[in-house]
Every structure is written in structure tokens, then in C-alpha cells.
């Protein structure tokens, strides 16, 4: 007969003394760092894990990026993607897109699953399909996310999971430039906004992630 391993009542408390904080944060990031494929990333490999995982549980047909860090976030995502997904990638600096679809060629990732667009993201998103898409990342500048997270709940389909960069900045109350400002604020109108499930995540510079709810 099996028994029980405590006696009835008892409560265990883990100790989560046994494993320094920054060894594990390390051990983390380098087995996340072990799966990756590509040689060299412009973006922490946990992020890039997520990315993926998110995109899996979405099963994304169709996701879109903002930024396009050489496109380290859309080989990323289209890790976790439906096989036939379709990732529309925006990002205003031409060269950052050139190396994009270098990345995406290399990695053999068809022409027709890309479309990238050398443009102001404020202008283009609001040209996009509303409740096309599964999975929105918000990967360029942090203090843009508040526009970009009203563009994502017109976008996303009901469930999409909303991804932004960067946050770390509304964890110190004694930053108070306009742009860090606007990050605070930012993580503070996600948190208050019942549309939105949402989390923050410790990982590199800070990670909010958001599903639309039904």
C-alpha cells in the first residue's frame, strides 16, 4: 500500500534558498541559448524562446512584428508558427529589413510566408486587417508600446497573445524622462485594462505579455 509522503495537514514550504537566483538565471539563459540554431542573436535567448513557445500556442497563421532585429524575432517566431503562417514584419530602418530577409532566406523560409515593410509602424499598422492576426510583437522602441498595444487589440484575434520588449524600465520609480515615463504608464494601463490577461516577466530587459480575451 502506498502512503502518503506528509502526514494529513502538513504543509511543505520548498526552500527556494537551495539555488542562488543569478545561477539559476544563468543556467536558464545558457539552455536557452544551447537550442537556438543561429549563430549569433541580437536579442536574450530566453526572449527568444518565448517567442516561439507563444507563437506554438497560438498556432499563429498570421503574426506581426514591429522591429526586426535582423529578424533573430521572426526566425523566432516562425519557429512556433503554423506551417503555412504568414509574418508581416515592420520596421522603419531599411537595412535592419535587408538583414531580415537575409536571415529568413538562409533559413529557407519561403518568400511567400514574409512580408516586410520599410515603413513608420505608427502609419502601416493602421492599414492592417482587424482580427487577422494571432500573435503582435512589440520589439522596437519601448516607449512606443502604448500606441502599438491599442493597434494590437484591433488586430489580434480574440485570444492573440500581444508581446512587448523592454519594459524594464517602469520597475524604477526614479526614472523620470518622458520615455521611461511613458513605459510606466504603459505597464500601468495593461494592468488596469480588463481586456487584456496579462504578465510581466523578468527576462532581460523586461517582458509583458498580454492575451486579448474573448
Known sequence: ???????????VVMDSTSVNAKDLLTFCENW????????????????LRLLS???????????????????TTGLALFEGMAEEGILTSVEPDPEQLRLAKESFVAAEIPHGRTRLIAADPHEVLTRLTDGHYDLFLSA???????????????????????????????ADPAKREPEQLAVRQFTEL???DEK???TLLPLADGVLIAVLRP
Open 196 to 198: 487584456w490577461l496579462t
Open 53 to 71: 513557445l507563444c507563437a506554438a500556442l497560438t498556432n499563429a497563421s498570421a503574426a506581426v512584428e514591429v522591429g526586426a532585429h535582423n529578424g
Open 32 to 47: 536557452n541559448t544551447a537550442i537556438l540554431t543561429a549563430e549569433s542573436t541580437t536579442v536574450n535567448a530566453s526572449v
Open 140 to 170: 522596437d522602441k519601448p516607449a512606443d508600446h502604448a500606441a502599438f498595444a491599442e493597434q494590437a487589440e484591433r488586430l489580434l484575434r480574440p485570444g492573440g497573445i500581444a508581446i512587448f520588449l523592454n519594459v524594464a524600465d517602469a
Open 190 to 192: 495593461m494592468h488596469g
Open 1 to 11: 500500500m502506498l502512503r502518503a509522503p506528509f502526514p494529513a495537514g502538513t504543509v
